[in-house]
């Protein structure tokens, strides 16, 4: 089968090579599925530069890809829950990934049924994105009725992000460019501000909730806007002890994350906060649950190019260097 595999660490070079490799077979508790379309994420570019290999070290060459829908081809013998033809989508395992592929043999436990009225290239941007917002909605241990701000929120992970809080009962208050104000507000936001007329430093205060999307300098911003005693959940900033520990990653690269996150510990200290990064697990029962809520309030996720499976390389630069209004997706098709 065809797969395109991560060849070497090159922080200057995303590209993967398309290569032959032996299909794979689903073990006792795993199902082979036949990969229709796949998400293509910041997250893949990352650990092609060797960011991530603190927290999972891949051997390479390895196969490239987080998220992926397709149709169950073969169960494994202890399998229950799904057969052959079901169409089902997931976050690959950490340990385990490889979506830019024919074939993926993977654990039951991460895969989830594909609501009806979704299409595979819809299906397949869903998975990372809203195991992302679930998993921060945890961690925030976020109630309905509260505040959550999601910087950042016209782009792919805020497309998915305001109707799922909305859904779990929360207010969302988001930012970014005007043209997509009236899209940001019929997805749930109850309010939205121009990032290049408005300051969300400035005009917000007492929040309960948020989710940061942007990193860098925005991160101390966001922290500033919270109530005492409130959780900022980060994408893009540093992973610290914390995360380490809950990671379970061993102890020296506890201390070492301790070390490198220790600023933005500091910093939420300052604002007597909770700082938490995240970096999203597998959870076919929690895809389950966002499954069935899109069933019901029928959630489309915003495609902003599709892409075929030869022009994966292509899919990659663009979600490096260009604008998106959703997401980028590969199509096996």
Known sequence: ??????????????????????KPEPDRNSVLVKVTAAGVNPLDNMISRGEVKMIVPYRLPAIAGNELAGIVEKIGAGVTEFQAGDRVFARLPLDHIGAFAEYVAIDQDALAKIPDYLTDIEAAAVPLTSLTIMQALDLMHAQSGKTIFISGGTG??????????????????????????DRVIALGASRFIDYKTEDYAKILSGIDYVLDTLGGSETEKQMSILKKGRKLVSLRAM??????????????????LSLAGHKFDKMAQKYGVTYNFIFVEANGRQLQEV???????????????VYSFEQINKALDKVAHGRSKGKTVISFG
Do not use: H
């Open 1 to 22: 089968m065809k797969a395109a595999q991560v060849t070497r660490y090159d922080k200057n070079n995303i590209s993967v090579r398309i290569a032959e490799v032996e």
């Open 156 to 181: 792919s992970v805020g497309a998915m992000a305001t109707p799922i809080a909305k859904a779990k009962g929360l207010t969302v208050i988001t930012n970014g460019s005007a043209d997509n104000k």
């Open 239 to 256: 992973p610290n002890g914390s995360f380490a520990k809950r990671m379970g990653l061993p102890a020296w690269k506890q201390c070492g």
């Open 291 to 305: 499954a069935e809520l899109f069933d019901q309030l029928k959630i489309k996720p915003s495609i902003d190019t």
